[in-house]
Nanobody, 124 residues
Framework: QVQLVESGGGLVQAGGSLRLSCGAS????????MGWFRQAPGKEREFVAA????????YYADSVKGRFTISRDNAKNTVCLQMNSLKPEDTAVYYC?????????????????WGQGTQVTVSS
């Protein structure tokens, strides 16, 4: 089992940047495919970005491609989401998630563990 804790959310103006971090407990972090999802008020939780166990493969939602970058450090049990050129429509609670299978990394239902979320608010 793994416990996930997100940090780094906050309020930023449009065009600004934020860096989200997700720390994981346990000694088998490198066994998990990792993803970031977000949920805006009144909307479904949606895929944002994902990274394979090794860090070689990364995936992005079309809406964030070219602006967000996901990375991981298996030695430090962390996964990060660098968010640049933020837009008001990026406002949401952002969740870190982990899955053991390292497949279908863009699919929400494939994830086994979730963090509590961190709020990101982008003002216009």
């Amino acid at each position: 089992q793994v416990q996930l804790v997100e940090s780094g959310g906050g309020l930023v103006q449009a065009g600004g940047s934020l860096r989200l971090s997700c720390g994981a407990s346990g000694r088998t972090f490198s066994s998990y495919g990792m993803g970031w999802f977000r949920q805006a008020p009144g909307k479904e939780r949606e895929f944002v970005a994902a990274i394979s166990r090794s860090g070689i493969y990364t995936y992005y939602a079309d809406s964030v491609k070219g602006r967000f970058t996901i990375s991981r450090d298996n030695a430090k049990n962390t996964v990060c989401l660098q968010m640049n050129s933020l837009k008001p429509e990026d406002t949401a609670v952002y969740y870190c998630a982990a899955q053991l299978r390292d497949t279908y990394l863009t699919t929400k239902s494939r994830y086994d563990y979730w963090g509590q979320g961190t709020q990101v608010t982008v003002s216009s």
